[in-house]
């Protein structure tokens, strides 16, 4: 027997119980790395066509939903097509999926966490793409699309997980697959309008929504976001056919919609030609809730002026309370009490330079703008325009933020 050949039958009679040691109780780090690349081809398209939408670099989504689901492996992801681990909050009203995670009771013991379910894939990146749209997350904006370091350090350092070296983990998948060239690439580069679907993909209320297109019917627009047209029709109230051509820019909810409207806005003021129907999307309410809460069928005929309630009074603030206490001393120079009428005034000095006056807007042409709200809802709130909101504001686009502040007037 050669050298050769009794080495060889060595190592296999030596190694065999280390081999299948290893495929049956340790895990396939190839299959992993094998599953993550076939995850990377079946999603790319989709991470691109968010970075297209809202800005996010598509190499980030990417190593964040591998690193989640552990290239689409995941429970949560193959049965409630979760694919970046979002969990419930009061806000949400669509599906939920209940498992075991990294919640405890007051003994110690593990509980069943809320996840957020979705009927298709694309609704997770799109809820993705809004969560890190909060404020926590607003300084990420600044950076380059092409500086997923920095991203990736940013997400770890605003806490988007607890896991340690959770930034490093997303740099190692970015670099392993080699994620960042897709930061400089565009849907088009592979098939055209492959991701045009995906782009139309917009929020209200916290439901998924497009706005139709010339010639469009609901059962296309089910049949591209892989829904049935049935489901399609009852998350719009039954309003549509499934075959009817619908009007251009109609609100069209791939979702059931929120039994109220999450924003602040209390009451609608009805407009010309508007129905029950027409109100309830935009929105984004049940026309069912709104008729309950306002105590009206579906059918009634609206008069312009007619008040609608959206949602439940906000809670009254807390009542003012005044204090007779002494104001500290850091403050004993610049305030005053007036005991009489249990108020303070700055204390006159004639040497201060006085203040310039700065002409402001009458407050009550300002309007705050509020989480949910779209420029379109706003202007037929306020019954105008998108494009005299843009004028009066000198806005470039459609976009607004929660918390700016717009002229209406």
Not at 62 to 76: D, M, P, R, V
Not at 189 to 195: I, K, L, V, Y
Not at 385 to 399: A, I, Y
Request: charge should be negative; include cysteine; charged fraction near 25%.
């Amino acid at each position: 027997m050669s050298l050769n050949r009794f080495c060889s039958l060595f190592l296999l009679l030596f190694l065999a119980p280390f081999v299948v040691f290893a495929q049956n109780g340790a895990p396939d780090v190839q299959a992993n790395m094998r599953a993550q690349l076939r995850y990377v081809e079946n999603y790319k398209l989709l991470a691109i066509g968010e970075m297209e939408r809202t800005g996010i670099p598509a190499s980030i989504t990417l190593a964040q939903a591998i690193l989640e689901t552990n290239g689409g492996q995941s429970l949560l992801a193959r049965e409630a097509n979760n694919h970046f681990g979002t969990k419930c909050n009061r806000q949400w009203k669509g599906k939920t999926f209940f498992k075991n995670d990294d919640e405890k009771d007051d003994a110690g013991n593990a509980i069943e966490s809320c996840f957020r379910a979705y009927t298709r894939p694309q609704e997770s990146y799109a809820d993705h793409s809004r969560f890190l749209k909060r404020p926590r997350y607003a300084f990420l904006w600044k950076l380059e699309r092409s500086d997923y370091h920095g991203w990736a350090e940013g997400l770890d350092t605003a806490g988007y997980s607890f896991a340690d070296g959770y930034g490093q983990k997303l740099i190692d998948i970015i670099d392993r697959y080699h994620l960042y060239v897709y930061d400089g690439q565009k849907t088009a580069d592979f098939s055209g309008e492959a991701n045009a679907w995906q782009r139309r993909l917009g929020w209200l209320n916290n439901t998924p929504v497009v706005l139709a297109q010339e010639g469009e019917t609901p059962a296309a627009i089910a049949r591209a976001f892989g829904l049935d047209p049935v489901d399609l029709v009852r998350f719009n109230d039954e309003a549509y056919d499934t075959t009817e051509v619908l009007s251009q820019n109609a609100l069209v909810f791939l979702a059931e919609k929120a039994d109220a409207w999450q924003g602040r806005f209390v009451y609608h003021t009805v407009l010309e030609g508007e129905t029950m129907f027409a109100v309830a999307q935009v929105y984004g309410i049940q026309l069912e809730a709104l008729c309950r809460r306002n105590r009206l069928a579906s059918n009634y005929p609206l008069e312009v002026g007619d008040i609608l309630q959206i949602r439940e009074p906000l809670p009254e603030p807390p009542a003012f309370t005044v204090t007779n206490e002494t104001p500290d001393a850091a403050a004993a120079d610049l305030l005053v009490a007036d005991a009489a009428s249990e108020r303070l005034y700055p204390v006159e000095n004639e040497e201060e330079e006085s203040i310039p006056v700065i002409d402001l807007p009458d407050e009550s042409d300002l309007y705050t703008v509020q989480a949910g709200d779209t420029l379109f809802a706003i202007a037929r709130r306020f019954d105008t325009s998108v494009e005299q909101l843009k004028t009066l504001n000198n806005l470039n686009s459609h976009v607004v933020k929660t918390g700016q502040k717009l002229r209406t007037r």
